[in-house]
């Protein structure tokens, strides 16, 4: 049986702390793993955004428990002030899931001599709505890798340039998405090589190296390309035959 005599309300607000950062540990470990996979995560800043998220969340909890508790309440009222308490944290994780999910990366597009990490809510959805399976839903896990072309008929380049011009990029169009295996060759030649990558980045040369070494494969058998991203630019190290993926890494690519 529960003796609340035993507890302080310092008690009671650590050990609602210890079961906050738990959770909060657990969500961001879900989400970068599903949905911000390395680079990504460094890459759309989420960092930031989700020290703001779990920080609020794992101290807006303990620090309401350490206010409200007072076993002079008596049992019954003490449950509903903690369960109220419970309510509103769980809201705001919530809430703050939700703003992660609907700012998520949806794909790592290749077009023309680069990529873009293209987030969940920069695809318009009547872009989406253009879209043929399996372009025309935005995916629940893991981003993929495509490829974007413009079309050869006239009339749909136009319209896709037009876009452009008012801010939906070619690589934010899903109707002109291809499977990546389509233009990875496109993307080993215009690859550079990894010597430049290290020229630009003096300070990531050993990590560089180390993705080399990883592959299996001489430098001479990689390039890499640069990758737009909403937060840092990164680089995506390809087999300079096939346009393979091998890694991809935080350094500057320009």
Do not use: C
Not at 74 to 86: P, T
Not at 231 to 240: G, L, S
Request: net charge positive; glycine share 8%; aromatic share 8%.
């Amino acid at each position: 049986m529960l003796r609340l005599a035993n507890f302080s309300r310092w008690q009671a607000g650590g050990g609602h702390l210890l079961l906050s950062v738990a959770i909060g540990a657990t969500v961001l470990a879900a989400m970068i793993l599903v949905w911000y996979p390395p680079p990504y995560f460094e890459a759309t800043g989420g960092m930031g955004l989700v020290l703001l998220m779990i920080g609020v969340d794992v101290t807006l909890g303990p620090l309401l428990t350490t206010a409200v508790f007072d076993p002079t309440k008596g049992l019954g009222k003490l449950k509903l002030d903690l369960a109220a308490i419970g309510f509103l944290q769980l809201a705001a994780l919530a809430y703050g899931i939700h703003v992660m999910y609907t700012a998520r990366p949806a794909y790592l597009v290749f077009a023309v001599d680069r990529f873009d990490l293209v987030m969940a809510n920069t695809i318009p959805p009547a872009e989406l709505a253009k879209a043929s399976p399996p372009w025309h839903r935005l995916p629940m896990g893991r981003p993929p890798t495509v490829g974007a072309q413009l079309p050869e008929d006239p009339k749909l380049k136009e319209e896709s340039l037009f876009l452009a011009l008012g801010g939906v990029d070619l690589t934010q169009q899903p109707r002109f998405f291809v499977p990546y295996a389509a233009v990875a060759r496109d993307a080993a030649r215009k690859g550079r090589e990894i010597a430049e990558l290290k020229r630009l980045n003096p300070d990531r040369v050993a990590a560089v190296e180390a993705i080399v070494r990883a592959s299996g494969r001489a430098e001479s058998g990689l390039r890499y390309l640069a990758a737009r991203a909403p937060n840092r630019d990164f680089a995506v190290v390809v087999d300079a035959a096939d346009g393979a993926i091998v890694d991809m890494t935080i350094a500057r690519p320009w």
